[in-house]
């Protein structure tokens, strides 16, 4: 497990099924009006992650980390501001179904479907199924390690396995975004390494943009390409940090000079 | 694990056996006149004299039947309502009130009322049966909307889904546990509120039946009439549940 590895590098931007899209966060701002006073969660975030980023955020708890990913899922609407996604036929406010995956930080799957009925189900609503999509969702539970278990219940799978079913069911629609918020939270340290170094092959696999919201900044620097921070609240954009680790890497990378140095400087701006 | 579940059936059957026995010994030791008690021999010849004589099977079929179309008609509607009320949380503020009101009253007592509206037949006592049912299907279909997880809400807005697969493959599975604790109330409640409409008028059915034995001084058949009343009532419950463990195996 320590040796695991990331595969060959030189992945294409694009999925078998379309390209991975742009992010542009532009002057977005959230203002919640809750009772009493109003709270400011996020004050002029301005942001573009590239097609195939893959980029964490981290930042104080409270910090509007989550509300800048639902916003961008288009789950909450910001009180100011827009998020323009750019793919291959132009700039669109919305992106169409399935083009959005969205990993919450415990797994969120039907207890009355088994594992194969999870993961297909969005293939399902989408109107998606197929044998190649079948052939891909194989492919997919083999690399997250769920083979054999395509019959069982969520109910008879442990924390690390159902929040592995919940990423295959978000990777199984090869959506051109992946928002992810604090997937691996609730994990011990052991399953959260051996999730991120999964997370990085599926990527590497099945390409596209990843917005990844941690409190780890280990984490944040092992993943991403790039690593913004974000003050306390309102949230705003201290820093863009570019990781320029060389991949694929491994756990050991964590050893090296370069990586603490990053983590140092992170971890200096959180204080 | 054969051998427990024989034991268990064993200890059953006995004790029925010993419950029928202390009956027996008690009506003949004590000496205890027909018409207060019978003894369970009595009770088991007069029930296939009504099969044989007084058509058990006709009254069974137009109280099953009661109860029947009554349930089904009243899971519908109540279904449909928990689902609107499910949804909108301020059309539920605003009926509220009247619902804890008929939540409350004891809907039996509109039974009178029932038979005046619709008559002797079997209409009063369905009416009587929709309402029983309807209500706690209603109320455990809202709790059952509201127990869907705000989350899956939102992969499913990420899908785009629509309303109708909404429903289909999140609502209804997930408010099906506890639409079926409410169908197990309601076919209790069922059975009781058909009884009490036949009691109240009616020319055929268990409830009738009852009443008959009651206004001739025959207990006896006022016993058979429970009996079979209660393993009705028995089976009912034992579908449901039936029906819950099928349903819900994926629970814990």
Redesign the interface.
């Known amino acids: 497990m320590g040796v695991a590895s990331v595969p060959s590098q030189g992945r294409p931007v694009g999925s078998s099924r379309g390209q991975a899209a742009r992010i542009r966060i532009l002057g977005v701002s959230h203002t919640y009006a809750g009772r009493g006073m109003p709270v400011k969660a996020l004050e002029n975030i301005n942001l573009t992650v590239e097609p195939g980023q893959f980029l964490s955020i981290i930042g104080p708890s409270g910090c509007g980390k989550s509300t800048l990913l639902r916003i961008v899922a288009g789950l909450v609407r910001s009180s100011d501001g827009e998020v323009v996604f750019e793919v291959d036929s132009g700039p669109v406010r919305e992106l169409p179904g399935g083009d959005i995956g969205f990993v919450f930080q415990d797994s969120v799957l039907l207890p009355w479907k088994t594992v194969w009925d999870n993961v297909i189900f969005p293939l399902q609503v989408l109107g998606r199924t197929g044998p190649q999509a079948e052939a891909t969702i194989r492919e997919l539970l083999e690399l997250a390690g769920l083979r054999g278990f395509e019959r069982a219940l969520p109910k008879e799978l442990s924390g690390g396995m159902r929040q592995r079913v919940s990423i295959v069911r978000a990777l199984a629609m090869e959506p051109r975004v992946l928002l992810m918020d604090e997937p691996f939270g609730a994990l011990d340290a052991l399953t959260r390494d051996r999730l991120n170094i999964e997370l990085l092959r599926l990527w590497d696999q099945h390409p596209m943009t990843i917005l990844f919201v941690t409190h780890s900044i280990e984490e944040a620097v092992f993943l991403s390409d790039r690593v913004v921070v974000m003050s306390p609240r309102p949230g705003r954009i201290v820093e863009d940090l570019a990781i320029e680790l060389d991949r694929p890497r491994a756990i050991e990378v964590r050893d090296e000079p370069a990586f603490r140095k990053y983590v140092a400087h992170l971890r200096g701006l959180l204080g | 694990m054969g051998n427990a579940k024989a034991a268990k059936v064993a200890l059953h059957v006995g004790l029925f056996v010993a419950f029928v026995a202390v009956w027996h010994l008690y009506t003949v030791i004590a000496r205890v006149p027909a018409y207060l008690l019978p003894s369970p021999l009595t009770v088991w010849q007069k029930f296939l004299w009504t099969i044989d004589r007084a058509q058990l099977a006709r009254h069974v079929w137009v109280t099953l039947e009661e109860i029947l179309v009554g349930v089904a008609i009243g899971t519908v509607l109540g279904l449909v309502f928990g689902y609107v009320l499910g949804k909108s949380p301020a059309a539920e503020r605003i009926l509220s009130p009247y619902i804890l009101v008929a939540q409350t009253s004891p809907k039996i007592s509109f039974a009178p009322l029932f038979i005046l509206w619709f008559g002797l037949g079997m209409t009063s006592k369905v009416v009587l049966v929709t309402l029983v049912v309807f209500f706690p299907i209603m109320v455990n279909g809202i709790v059952g909307m509201r127990s869907v997880?705000p989350?899956?809400y939102?992969?499913?807005?990420?899908?785009?889904?629509s309303r109708w697969?909404i429903f289909r493959?999140?609502e209804l599975?997930t408010a099906m546990a506890s639409f079926l604790a409410g169908l197990r109330i309601a076919a209790t409640q069922s059975m009781v509120a058909a009884i009490i409409g036949e009691l109240m008028g009616a020319r055929e059915g268990l409830g009738y039946l009852l009443m008959l034995g009651h206004e001739t001084f025959d207990i006896t058949l006022v016993l058979v009439a429970v009996a079979v009343m209660s393993t009705l009532g028995l089976v009912l419950y034992l579908l449901v549940q039936q029906v819950e463990r099928s349903v819900l195996r994926?629970?814990?």
């Open positions: 997880d989350r899956l939102e992969l499913m807005h990420l899908l785009k889904a697969q493959a999140l599975p994926w629970r814990d």
